[in-house]
């Protein structure tokens, strides 16, 4: 298959793996791939992998070996279970999330036979279907469509490129919620029930004013306003070649607007060490200009830096935060002594954030072994059964396992019903809503939010910028100002 290039523009937007609604902060769309000091550095190879990934080979010395190239370590993982019941070598390197897209990129586009399986986070994979980087599953041997019904639809859906061709598969579904704090909603509202905190959270007005409550009982609502990112519109940001920029999309950035002017968060951005620390108890009250880092006095990436420099500052404790469903697994490593305290909600609109999926490299060499490999991570109910009990919590995508544990309770969580949940929260996907244009529209977006929370421009001036920006990126999208 010939391979077409992708332009540069294209790259560039499906290169960062950030999903950057109006809180203008940076929030990984995966779980951040944290430094694994056992597994084994790849040599550099400026052919392949040149920097800034990690490899790690299992299995018997000469037998076929597969090579996966991955953004996550999940699969790594995987492989190493995978070994253990198939003849098979396995190398997995792991590759940094910024770099991932140019190495794919620069191996393809250079006819590189390896690496045999590569994948991609949702945003970048429209991308890579154009570029033909992804094996036709629909084709015999593979005959995916086989298959068509067993994971959960959106996820289906989102393996597929504009054609409806199987591309990929993912192990996971990521629908988004909110994780709150059963004991601060029992104070502050008199109930931890899930149904009834989920109507705190029902629209962009109400989140205001279950903010202004928190804030009066001595709370935050979130530990920044990067918090609600994942449900920023329940629309298409382009609709029949127009761009669309509905009401609840400038609802949207007055509520993030409103969080930030009147303190309703603990101004601690995503990924930093006071938005980690919130999750445990107690975290300062950080200012705007810190959040915003025009103020550099804190460092907020250095844990024993920030405690020494805010041991003296107010502190509050954080009611809720939005994730997607792995965010079971960030706050299991992260909430210490508040662990049991915890609920599940959903929030005002569906959403879902990052997700690994997994396809065949066009230009690979051991197909069939591929093939083998991605049907037992996607479609085994054992492996599913397995990845469970494994990742402590994450939610698969194979739609018979997750039914099997739709009455299990999550002692964690209160005893809620946590797969029965996320199922129900996939179900209100609509990944037709999902656009080519997400990327740079929603960076674009996320720019104009924080020039009005910040001050620096007022909405109308922030929206003309906007609207200049699409226009000069996408020529072929009409803009109605």
């Known amino acids: 298959m010939k391979l077409r290039k992708i332009t540069a523009l294209l790259l560039a937007g499906a290169m960062t793996l950030s999903l950057t609604a109006c809180g ?16 084994p550095k790849a040599e550099e190879d400026s052919t392949q992998v040149a920097d800034a990934a990690d490899s790690a080979v299992v299995g018997e010395e000469g037998d076929e070996k597969l090579v996966i190239w991955t953004l996550a370590k999940d699969l790594e993982t995987f492989a190493e ?52 980087y992804f094996e036709d599953l629909n084709q015999a041997p593979y005959n995916a469509q086989d298959y068509a ?3 959960v639809d959106y996820v289906w859906k989102v393996g597929q490129d504009a054609e409806g061709i199987q591309r990929a598969i993912s192990y996971q579904i990521t629908p988004a919620g909110l994780y709150y704090r059963r004991d601060i909603a029992k104070e502050v509202f008199g109930t931890d029930d899930p149904e009834e905190i989920g109507k705190l959270f029902k629209d962009y007005a109400t989140i205001l004013d279950t903010a202004k409550t ?4 001595g709370y935050r609502i979130f530990a920044s306003d990067a918090e609600i990112n994942y449900f920023s519109g329940d629309s298409a940001w382009v609709v029949n070649g127009e761009l669309n920029v509905n009401q609840a999309r400038l609802d949207y950035m007055d509520l993030v607007v409103d969080l930030y002017q009147k303190d309703y968060t603990a101004y601690a951005n995503q990924w930093s060490t006071p938005w980690y620390q919130a999750m445990a108890g107690e975290v300062p009250i950080l200012t705007a200009d810190i959040q915003s880092y025009t103020d550099d006095s804190v460092n907020v990436w250095d844990a024993d830096q920030f405690a020494e420099a805010t041991k003296d500052m107010e502190k509050t404790q954080v009611f809720a935060f939005g994730l997607p469903s792995w965010g079971v697994l960030t706050l299991r490593d992260n909430v210490g002594e508040t662990s049991g305290n915890w609920g599940v909600c959903s929030g005002p609109a569906y959403g879902f954030g990052g997700g690994t999926f997994i396809g065949i490299s066009a230009l690979s060499e051991h197909k069939d072994a591929a093939w083998d490999f991605l049907k037992w991570v996607t479609l085994d109910e054992e492996t599913a059964e397995w990845w469970i009990e494994k990742s402590e919590g994450d939610t698969v995508s194979l739609v018979s396992v997750l039914d099997k544990h739709k009455d299990d309770e999550n002692a964690i969580y209160g005893n809620e019903k946590l797969y029965a949940f996320w199922l129900k929260q996939a179900e209100g996907i609509d990944y037709s809503k999902v ?24 909405k109308d001036e922030a929206l003309g910028e906007f609207y200049d920006i699409v226009e000069s990126t996408y020529p072929d999208i009409t803009v109605n100002r």
């Not at 393809?108 to 033909?132: C, H, R, S, T, W």
């Open 24 to 39: 203008g902060n940076a929030t990984a769309a995966n779980a951040p791939v944290k430094e694994d000091t056992s597994a």
């Open 149 to 151: 019904g067993q994971i």
């Open 81 to 132: 279970h995978y070994v253990e019941t198939h003849d098979v070598q396995v190398e997995t390197v792991v590759i940094e999330p910024a770099d991932y897209a140019t190495k794919v990129q620069t191996a393809l586009n250079g006819g590189q036979k390896e690496p045999d399986i590569i994948v991609g986070e949702p945003q970048m994979l429209e991308d890579f279907y154009d570029a033909g």
């Open 214 to 217: 928190l804030k009066d009982s």
């Open 435 to 458: 656009t080519r244009y997400d990327k740079v529209i929603n960076d674009a977006w996320g720019q104009a939010c924080t020039a009005v929370k910040q001050g620096e421009k007022s």
